[in-house]
């Protein structure tokens, strides 16, 4: 029997991927919920709209009434939820929207689905699940050079944003305690692939440094970062969702843990071999180092062996495979899917206070 599958921030970058696994690999029906804002693109999307089984609502997970309206219409078996305000650099300019969406959103959700589930007969109760996908910037900064996030590592959020997120994990465990609403909560290491929306680091390293722009590094650039690539990434979420038992958390991490620098000379090298300058100078020639972020996290690094040996997950990409991957769909989509969203409703301009690095 196939599943019935809500996916809030579908239109987002990771919550497009997830889309475009369950459509193209499965025989699941998938029910978009997102309020399309900056990073919400529907062209992400685009490869699966055409599937009877993909549907789309224009909403708020802030809105109970549209939230009661879609899930008495659809009628899902599983929730993943997705929909967040994202990036540590927008939550310093402005963190009162990501108390609205991460918090309030969450928890006008949970209410939703708790409202829904006591609908449920007995044997849909105990297939349902509401997924909560959260971050590894929840744990904060990794003292030793050794040391990895796991899932009982004590919470000590650094940003609005991870401080946030760290709330709406709360709250989804205390609605699955004090309710028994059955939940799995998901914390995973910085994405990257195609459709990423260009204020993060490796897409705007990329597009800069084709636009002949300076390429911003914060500080000196050694912040340490475990990268997971996308697709790797949503195999890992619809694993959990469908399979993974209530209550617990899994971390999600590529095992890849590179500096920041070190993933920029990376770009800048492969631009070199497969679009070089006309100038023959190298890309790294761009590269400028702008002061650092307040609260700036040094490392981050996830301990995944839980949903490996758990859920039999473990990622595809090797870092070297994923941005060669990466760079390419950016190379071959740079005049159309990149510049669409630099233009129009989504130039840069919607970021606050300008274009920023990781």
């Not at 475009?20 to 998938?30: A, L, P, Q, Y």
């Not at 300019?93 to 969450?106: L, S």
């Not at 790294?284 to 609260?295: A, K, M, S």
């Amino acid at each position: 029997m196939s599943n019935r599958i809500i996916v809030t921030g579908g239109a987002g970058f990771i919550g497009s991927a997830v889309v475009r696994h369950i459509i193209g690999g499965t025989d699941d029906e998938v029910c978009v919920i997102d309020k399309l804002t900056y990073a919400g693109n529907l062209e992400s999307l685009a490869p699966v709209s055409a599937s009877p089984r993909f549907h789309f609502e224009k909403a708020d997970i802030c809105d109970r009434g549209e939230l009661d309206r879609i899930f008495a219409g659809f009628r899902p078996t599983h929730i993943m939820h997705l929909a967040a305000e994202s990036h540590v650099d927008r939550s310093i300019d402005a963190p009162g929207e990501f108390i609205q969406t991460n918090i309030v959103g969450t928890y006008t959700l949970l209410e939703a689905a708790r409202k829904y589930f006591q609908t449920l007969s007995e044997k849909d109760k105990a297939s349902f699940r509401f997924h909560h996908i959260s971050t590894d910037e929840v744990y904060g900064d990794l003292e030793g050079p050794e040391d990895l996030f796991r899932e009982t590592t004590p919470y000590a959020p650094s940003s609005p944003y991870s401080a946030s997120k760290a709330a709406s994990d709360h709250l989804v465990r205390a609605w699955k305690r004090t309710f028994g609403l059955p939940a799995v909560v998901t914390n995973c290491s910085n994405n990257y692939g195609p459709y990423h929306f260009p204020e993060k680091l490796i897409p705007l390293i990329i597009l800069h440094a084709l636009d002949d722009k300076e390429l911003p590094v914060y500080g000196k650039g050694l912040q340490i970062r475990d990268w997971l690539y996308v697709e790797d990434h949503a195999r890992a979420l619809y694993t959990v969702a469908t399979a993974g038992s209530p209550g617990e958390t899994y971390n999600i991490g590529g095992n890849n843990e590179k500096r920041n620098i070190d993933v920029v000379r990376t770009i800048c090298s492969l631009l070199d071999e497969l679009r070089p300058r006309k100038d023959g100078k190298s890309y790294e020639e761009q590269i400028v180092f702008v002061q650092d972020r307040p609260g700036h996290d040094m490392r981050y690094a996830i301990d995944a062996s839980k949903i490996t040996g758990e859920l039999g997950w473990k990622p595809q990409e090797t870092f070297d495979s994923g941005i060669r991957k990466t760079v390419l769909w950016y190379l071959e989509n740079k005049d159309s899917w990149c510049a669409r969203v630099l233009s129009g409703e989504y130039k840069m301009e919607r970021l606050g206070t300008g274009e920023k690095c990781l």
